[in-house]
């Protein structure tokens, strides 16, 4: 018969594995306030994965450690939205993964009333992901994401009872919602404003309006939308005076940004006033 010995662990390897479990738990806590506190000013997803990579770099953490930890302690409530995350950006996991992610945040959402729970929950239905499109669904969501701050859901609500997207018109109840987002600081809010306000659709034309939120995109934001949206202005001097010192500036500045559609406008305003 073999002799069977026990090994008990050594003090090292105690020391080493306590170690460990200090190091993943700083990780996985901190990247989930990357994501919250990412989500709350509404970046988009593509740049809170970046930031959460280069911080996963920087402290020689693998993404597959840090989906096996989330996995591990999912019975903590919240690291469900950050399971939800990893699973849709497809962090740690050979693929993405819509159906668990869909999963992991209507459960944030139905269970805790978490705010990115809500708005995502919304997201997936409208959009059909990992869940089949239902838009009345994606509306009680978003209304319940918007009545609690988020910036997207608001603008997203707003749309909908703009043009009538799984709930009935209401023009006024629209325009509610997307104020709420643009004075949020949902910068895409502020540039469904300037167009409407300058195109006369769902309201009155309101230059002026049109202006306010332009500039506030841009200056405040740095929305290249904004941007466009506020050379239009001052070149057709909507709102303002016309004023094309400011257009070319701007162009300019859209050029020196990299931007194409800013160098044709520039092109073209020379072409227009100068030759």
Known sequence: MDDLTIHEPSTEDIEIHELQD?????????????????????????????EITDFLKENKYSEERLFEVA??????????????????RGMGIPSTNDKKAFYW????????????????????????????????????????????????AQHRLAINYLKGRGIEVDHAEGFKWLLRSANAGFVEAMDSLT???????????????ALFWAEKSYYEFYSRTGLYNLMHCYRKGLGTCMDMHKTIFLAVHAKRNGHDTGYRKLVKLFDTYFF
Do not use: C
Not at 26 to 48: A, G, T
Not at 73 to 88: C, G, H, I, M, P
Not at 115 to 133: A, D, M, N, S, W
């Open 22 to 50: 200090e190091k993943d738990a700083r990780i996985i806590d901190k990247v989930s306030e990357i994501l919250i506190e990412r989500n709350m000013l509404w970046q988009y997803d593509d740049v809170i994965e970046s």
């Open 71 to 88: 996995t591990q302690r999912q019975e903590d409530s919240k690291y469900w939205t950050l399971l939800a995350f990893l699973n849709v």
């Open 105 to 152: 945040y209507h459960k944030a959402a139905s269970e805790l009333n978490d705010p990115l729970g809500l708005q995502e929950t919304g997201v997936f239905y409208y959009h059909g992901k990992g869940v089949k499109i239902n838009n009345i669904e994606a509306n009680y969501w978003f209304k319940k994401a918007a009545e609690v701050g988020m910036g997207i």
């Open 195 to 209: 167009d409407l306000y300058l195109n006369g659709i769902y309201t009155k034309k309101n230059n002026r309006l």
